[in-house]
């Protein structure tokens, strides 16, 4: 592992089940690894009390609570005012993962994820802070609810969509989150996003344990396998990959006001 990087996870899940038997094992190995931020994102109420819960007992993490939109169905008035309690504390840097997911088709019924999703959005405008947004198979809504909520900013995580999409995105104020997917052969799509966007606009993430890019497509994946990521953005855009991840880390502590 090279020494020099030093690596920002901005979307992590250190609280999954997968991690169960060796987080700690696991999170001092990312740090000698060169790893010195990780944003744990909740995914339900639960996934956001330990997001905190993990960001007060290691230093280099920090939470995004929210409510992803497979779980759209239980965000009412007491669940909104959980989130509110946990977005006082100072290592809660974002709402997330919040957004619309179109591709399960048990998945909540559309318009009860955009309440949820519109919900979430107005507590981020309320706490200034930005949000971290699933979007799957649901572009076209996405954008509609993120132009509602102009002052909000973020990060469009796990990018899937064209170069025209990530444009409007940018153009509203967020970020284009790469992860693992970037290094598979067949994603033709995504490296075209990785080299035209403004490097200004890029961040790294895992999503781990999902994701994992070649050579550990299919394993659990973890902060420190970023270094693939940030080697294949490099080469895309050719240009030194220390540089690229310079600008990277620098992209996310702005957001995130570190």
């Keep these: 592992m090279n020494q020099k990087l030093k690596i920002f996870d901005t979307h992590a899940h250190y609280d999954d089940e ?38 007060s007992e290691y230093d280099i993490f920090y939470a995004a609570v929210g409510i992803h939109p497979e779980h759209a169905d239980t965000v009412d008035e007491n669940t909104l005012h959980r989130l509110r309690e946990l977005a006082q504390n100072p290592k809660v840097k974002a709402i997330g993962e919040i957004g619309l997911d179109y591709y399960w088709k048990e998945n909540p019924p559309r318009e009860v994820q955009k309440n949820a999703f519109r ?8 706490f200034n802070l930005p949000v971290v947004i699933h979007d799957r ?5 996405t ?6 909520f102009p002052t909000v900013k973020g990060i ?31 994603s033709r799509k995504i490296m075209e996003v990785a080299k035209e966007i403004p490097l200004e606009r890029m961040l790294v993430e895992t999503d781990c344990p999902y994701m994992a890019p070649t050579p550990y497509r299919g394993k659990r ?20 990959v220390e540089e690229i991840n310079n600008q990277l880390v620098k992209n996310i502590k702005g957001l995130l006001k570190l």
């Design 18 to 55: 997968a991690f169960n038997e060796d987080r700690e094992r696991v999170i001092e190995q990312i740090q000698n690894n060169g790893v010195i931020g990780v944003l744990n994102c909740g995914a339900s109420i639960e996934g956001a009390e330990n997001s905190v819960k993990l960001s």
């Design 119 to 126: 919900a979430q959005m107005r507590l981020a405008k309320e």
């Design 137 to 141: 198979e649901a572009h076209g809504d």
């Design 143 to 148: 954008l509609e609810i993120l132009r509602e």
């Design 156 to 186: 469009i995580h796990c990018f899937s969509g064209s170069v025209e999409f990530a444009q409007d995105c940018i153009r509203l104020g967020y970020y284009i989150g790469f992860t693992g997917v970037v290094t598979f052969k067949n």
């Design 221 to 240: 994946n973890q902060s420190d396998y970023i270094k693939f990521i940030l080697e294949k953005l490099a080469e895309i855009r050719g240009m030194e």
